[in-house]
């Protein structure tokens, strides 16, 4: 253990006064800046002027790199058919895929192609036709047409006389039918009348006789019931008068009875008389009416046949500038039928529109034709690059650069130059695997098109995504 020893009243330990001790502090604190600022100039370079600091070279860039696809010069084109031949199907299917096509050349019949052919062969006929009947127009009629439209009106006017005289005599007889029906049925009506009257006299004046009779059976029957009951007369005689009363009482019911069914069926009989005879007047007037009316619709259609066969007549006895452009109008129609029946026809056989070559059949033989068409068509002899630019890029690209392409798919690399630069900033749809390379997902399609012998290489390619590098 050390032990310090402190040894007082020493001189050298005397104290220092304050005013000594902060001046000491304050130029220590001085060497020590001046100290470190010779320390910091020592490691610190001195800056140069700036005429003397040299310039730094920025490599200039030579080319722009874009990922892009081949195609055929024209893009693909998906051939169809006609709008107006939705759901048709293919009849014949004339070419396989990778078939080397004209333009205009046919690539497929459709089965609607008899019919249309039908109705074009149609078409033709009625052209003929019309042709005809203008020719006849022109010509005129000849008299022995004349001669025989005169008869028919002849013809007519004499019918429609037998026929209005036919009808006259109908509507006679119909009428005298009638009035001898109306008589008859008020005679009859008359006699049933007459015999209920008869009748009801008869039988009330047999009433009135019957009780005549029973009054006096009743003052004898009373006179000899005093006579009974005094023991003058035999108990027969009285039963005897008795009877008679009741008889003529039962017979005057019955004839009162006569009386209401006589009345009753004599009233019967009247109204249905009456209801004949209404019945017979209604049914007679709607039978002449309707003859009136058959009259007056002969006497018409009389009237109007003549008329038209009379405005035949004149039709057919003069040649007139109307009926001569009318029948040219009708040619006219015919013909504008004929070429729409022709261009109907004309879309039964599905073309090429250009020259190419088949890329994908769709459809085949016996098949409705799909959403996607018949087949795909293109231009392989000229072959395009549709490159990708970034939109950062595409203010460093020209018409007339040149271009290299390159892919692991293609026998060799490939050269063209830009041929056109899109006008719009789409998506990037070519995408690289290397995610790094995809810094930018907005691009301006540019097109290169390819030399002759670059084309050959990549006839095969179509849709191939390749890299092209374009010189600027």
Do not use: C
């Not at 009389?302 to 009926?323: C, F, H, M, W």
């Amino acid at each position: 253990m050390l032990h310090h020893t402190i040894v007082k009243d020493s001189p050298f330990l005397k104290p220092i006064p304050r005013p000594v001790v902060i001046l000491g502090m304050v130029a220590s604190l001085g060497i020590l800046g001046i100290t470190g600022s010779r320390v910091l100039n020592l490691q610190l370079p001195q800056s140069e002027p700036a005429s003397q600091v040299s310039e730094v070279a920025i490599p200039q860039v030579k080319t722009v790199t874009a990922l892009g696809r081949l195609e055929p010069a024209g893009e693909v084109i998906k051939l169809s058919a006609p709008a107006s031949s939705q759901g048709s199907r293919v009849e014949k299917l004339l070419v396989n895929e990778g078939d080397k096509v004209k333009s205009g050349q046919v690539i497929a019949i459709l089965d609607n192609r008899d019919r249309l052919q039908a109705a074009y062969e149609k078409s033709k006929e009625a052209v003929q036709v019309a042709q005809a009947n203008l020719a006849k127009v022109q010509a005129g009629a000849k008299e022995g047409e004349i001669e025989a439209q005169k008869a028919e009106i002849g013809r007519i006017q004499a019918q429609s006389l037998g026929e209005e005289r036919a009808q006259r005599e109908t509507l006679a007889r119909l009428e005298a039918q009638w009035e001898g029906d109306k008589t008859a049925q008020q005679a009859a009506l008359a006699r049933l009348e007459a015999q209920w009257e008869g009748d009801k006299r008869a039988q009330q004046a047999t009433i009135k006789r019957l009780e005549a009779e029973l009054n006096n059976a009743k003052s004898e029957f009373h006179r000899y019931e005093q006579l009974y009951k005094e023991g003058a007369i035999a108990q027969s005689v009285f039963d005897s008068k008795r009877l008679s009363v009741d008889t003529l009482t039962e017979q005057i019911a019955e004839a009162k009875a006569i009386l209401a069914r006589t009345d009753a069926t004599g009233s019967k009989q009247i109204n249905e008389a009456k209801a004949n005879l209404e019945r017979i007047t209604a049914t007679g007037s709607k039978q002449i009416n309707e003859a009136k009316a058959v009259l007056a619709r002969i006497q018409a259609t009389g009237s109007q046949q003549v008329s038209s066969a009379q405005a035949t007549l004149n039709k057919i006895s003069e040649v007139r500038p109307v009926d001569v452009a009318a029948a040219q109008a009708e040619i006219r129609q015919a013909i504008a039928a004929e070429k729409e029946a022709k261009a109907n026809l004309d879309q039964a056989y599905v073309k090429s529109p250009q020259d190419g070559v088949i890329f994908k059949i769709h459809t085949r033989d016996g098949e409705t034709v799909s959403n996607e068409g018949i087949a795909e068509i293109g231009q392989v002899s000229q072959m395009m690059v549709v490159a990708e630019v970034y939109q950062s890029d595409v203010r460093k690209i020209e018409l007339g650069q040149k271009v290299r392409v390159e892919s692991s798919s293609l026998p060799g690399e490939l050269s063209g130059k830009v041929d056109r630069i899109g006008w719009q900033i789409e998506r990037q749809n070519v995408i690289n695997s290397d995610p790094s390379e995809n810094i930018d997902s907005r691009v301006v399609e540019v097109h290169v098109r390819l030399d002759e012998e670059s084309s050959q290489k990549a006839a095969k390619f179509t849709n191939l995504q390749v890299k092209a590098t374009i010189e600027l």
